[in-house]
């Protein structure tokens, strides 16, 4: 059975802290994984999709890595604003269109 | 474009009440998705689409019906609602060329 763990469930860091989320996944034939960001009583909202190992993806903070058998959403010198929380997904080669989903890690930060 | 939208956001049901909640996209896209968040956790398919007329299941159904009549809306029907029910319900769609899905505001449902 395809597993997507995210961790940790939640994360407080200061201003300008910088740490990483991880999404470890147990799957058959990745054929994809992405990242979503997530804020209270929003719909998820996508950031960024990783393909194949050793690629990455970059967006302001955020840069998303991708290994055989994990990614991590690095987070540099966070904001206030950047606090929400980040879903992990992915896409395996017997699930078509659909994605699976981790439960997501909460991230605070705090000014 | 106004994107994914959808209606209601809030609603309250009694046990065994039915509705419907609805969802539309503006962007021509033919994949749309229901999913369901229960409280500190991911999202969970429940039915989904890859164009008008066709649907499938995904992990969680029971309880819950689809049709696809439109390339635009994708309404998803809870017949006899159950506590278990409760939820924030958020529709997707993609377009044909990529995986990426993009979401609604979500609707939040309590039964009681």
């Known amino acids: 059975e395809d597993q997507v763990t995210q961790s940790p469930e939640a994360l407080r860091l200061q201003e300008g802290e910088s740490s990483s989320l991880n999404c470890s996944y147990t799957?058959?034939?990745?054929?994809?994984l992405f990242w979503y960001r997530q804020d209270p009583g929003k719909g998820p909202e996508f950031l960024f999709t990783l393909y194949s190992a050793g690629e990455e993806k970059e967006k302001e903070r955020l840069k998303a890595t991708l290994t055989k058998k994990e990614s991590f959403l690095h987070i540099t010198a966070p904001k206030p604003e950047d606090s929400a929380t980040y879903l992990c997904a992915v896409r395996v080669e017997t699930s078509g269109s659909r994605l699976t989903f981790g439960e997501g890690t909460q991230l605070t930060v705090n000014p | 474009n106004a994107g994914v939208t959808q209606t209601p956001k809030f609603r309250i049901l009694k046990i065994g009440q039915s509705m419907t909640l609805q969802c539309t996209q503006d962007m021509n896209h033919n994949y749309m998705y229901w999913y369901r968040q229960d409280p500190g956790m991911g999202l969970k398919l429940i039915y989904y689409?890859?164009?008008?007329?066709?649907?499938d299941k995904g992990e969680v159904p029971n309880g819950y019906n689809v049709s696809r009549s439109t390339t635009e809306d994708f309404p998803l029907r809870l017949e006899l609602a159950a506590p278990s029910q409760t939820s924030v319900y958020f529709c997707?769609?993609?377009?044909?060329?990529?995986?990426?899905?993009?979401f609604g505001p979500g609707t939040r449902l309590t039964v009681t």
């Open positions: 997707a769609s993609r377009r044909d060329s990529s995986y990426e899905q993009y």
């Open positions: 799957v058959s034939g990745l054929r994809g």
């Open positions: 689409s890859v164009g008008a007329g066709i649907t």
